[in-house]
């Protein structure tokens, strides 16, 4: 089965500084798409970014980036310029598009706090 | 337009209760995923419909969690005998199809006593 560990349970940023965030995952599948959600605490989840594992290039949204390396299994995500209402709680999710279910395989979570 | 809607938003019951909890996926999805969240704890896969039939439901934990989709819209997920290890958030999610992506709605913190 594919899992996803997020080795970070709490990270603190600096307002306008940057941040990365860690994530793993373990699969034999070659086709599949990772995910990085936010979750503040009004509880819904919130798309941040997500990498078809077919595509070379790093994927960006304004100001959050990952790099992922596929033969290392590892996705994180980095937010530049860092701003207070970056704060909550991310979720790494791996998703294999076939076999049925399509269902999102999620982490354990990395709590972000953005400090003054 | 609008997202996906659950209710109740918060629900307390007693040990050994019946619950039901309530999706309105955003229209026009024909997948809908309802996830279940521990405290601390990123969100586990419950069940997948794809229309009105369960596509994949071996995340449900037992047979006391059961979840309907009749006219492949709204989804009731449903809980019986409730027992205090049930209490997490459960969050409903729906897309339009496999490769695309899942939008949640703000769950409902079920609680029980």
């Known amino acids: 089965a594919q899992t996803v560990t997020q080795s970070q349970p709490e990270m603190s940023v600096q307002e306008a500084e940057t941040v990365t965030l860690s994530c793993t995952y373990d699969t034999s599948e070659s086709d599949y798409y990772l995910f990085w959600y936010k979750q503040p605490p009004s509880r819904q989840m919130i798309l941040v970014i997500r990498?078809?594992?077919?595509?070379?290039q790093n994927a960006t949204e304004n100001r959050f980036s990952v790099n992922f390396q596929k033969a290392a299994k590892s996705f994180s995500l980095k937010i530049s310029d860092s701003q207070l209402g970056d704060a909550a709680m991310y979720f790494c999710a791996y998703r294999q598009p076939q076999g049925g279910s399509e269902k999102l395989v999620f982490g354990k979570g990395t709590k972000l706090t953005v400090n003054p | 337009g609008a997202g996906v809607s659950q209710t109740p938003s918060n629900k307390v019951t007693e040990k050994g209760k019946y619950v039901e909890l309530r999706c309105d996926p955003i229209s026009g999805h024909t997948a809908l995923y309802w996830y279940r969240q521990s405290l601390g704890q990123g969100p586990e896969f419950l069940i997948y419909?794809?229309?009105?039939?369960?596509?994949?439901d071996s995340g449900l934990p037992n047979d006391r969690f059961f979840a309907v989709r009749p006219e492949g819209s709204v989804s009731t997920l449903k809980i019986q005998r409730t027992e205090r290890g049930d209490s997490a958030v459960y969050l409903c999610?729906?897309?339009?199809?496999?490769?695309?992506?899942?939008?949640f709605g703000n769950g409902t913190r079920l609680t029980v006593t």
């Open positions: 419909f794809q229309g009105t039939g369960a596509a994949d």
């Open positions: 990498q078809e594992a077919y595509k070379q």
């Open positions: 999610a729906s897309s339009t199809g496999v490769r695309s992506p899942l939008h």
